[in-house]
T-cell receptor
Framework: QKEVEQNSGPLSVPEGAIASLNCTYS??????FFWYRQYSGKSPELIMF????GDKEDGRFTAQLNKASQYVSLLIRDSQPSDSATYLC?????????????FGAGTILRVKS | GAGVSQSPSNKVTEKGKDVELRCDPI?????LYWYRQSLGQGLEFLIY????????KSGLPSDRFSAERTGGSVSTLTIQRTQQEDSAVYLC???????????FGDGTRLSIL
């Protein structure tokens, strides 16, 4: 089992719809969870982070965390063509030296106008 | 404030040559990561520095790769006797410590002829 798993996609949604991106992780001890957006040819950009169970909203983005199910998701409301990118889930893994951050392989999102 | 700075932004070299890639993290950030990303692929973890602890080198693909971090700040990734498969974008990220978000530099695009 991979430490952080994401569906590679592509996930296609029409403009204005809600995009739902999902991520599961292997270690129950993980404490910190991050979502990054990466446009083609660019470096990853942090868009959300969440530490506690439940929802965290920031503008059109909502991160959802369920530690019991080892599941974290990102909802993008009113999706825009400019949201088309690869979305990377990242989770800190306990142990070792200070909670190494582990990335999933990413989900490609395509928003069609 | 200044973000993570990487240099050079592009590097073209001949097979068999050694290369050095530099990363200047955000001031005060104790954690520093190096990743490699080949075209169309996910992030491949290379090495992780956290404060004064011994680095986590578990991602280095071969003994041709090494990295150091001087004075807890600037880091250099060295690739000896480069091979064509080393061609990729090399990304550096820093964070304020465990459980803190990582911030990425713009990367160094390495091309081995």
């Amino acid at each position: 089992q991979k430490e952080v798993e994401q569906n590679s996609g592509p996930l296609s949604v029409p403009e204005g719809a809600i995009a739902s991106l999902n991520c599961t992780y292997s270690d129950r001890g993980s404490q910190s969870f991050f979502w990054y957006r990466q446009y083609s040819g660019k470096s990853p950009e942090l868009i959300m982070f969440i530490y506690s169970n439940g929802d965290k909203e920031d503008g059109r983005f909502t991160a959802q965390l369920n530690k019991a199910s080892q599941y974290v998701s990102l909802l993008i409301r009113d999706s825009q063509p400019s949201d088309s990118a690869t979305y990377l889930c990242a989770v800190t893994m306990p142990g070792g030296y200070g909670n190494k951050l582990v990335f999933g392989a990413g989900t490609i999102l395509r928003v069609k106008s | 404030g200044a973000g993570v700075s990487q240099s050079p932004s592009n590097k073209v070299t001949e097979k068999g040559k050694d290369v050095e890639l530099r990363c200047d993290p955000i001031s005060g950030h104790t954690a520093l990561y190096w990743y490699r990303q080949s075209l169309g692929q996910g992030l491949e973890f290379l090495i992780y520095f956290q404060g004064n602890s011994a680095p986590d080198k578990s991602g280095l693909p071969s003994d041709r790769f090494s990295a150091e971090r001087t004075g807890g700040s600037v880091s250099t990734l060295t690739i000896q006797r480069t091979q064509q498969e080393d061609s990729a974008v090399y990304l550096c990220a820093s964070s304020g410590g465990s459980n803190q978000p990582q911030h990425f530099g713009d990367g160094t695009r390495l091309s081995i002829l």
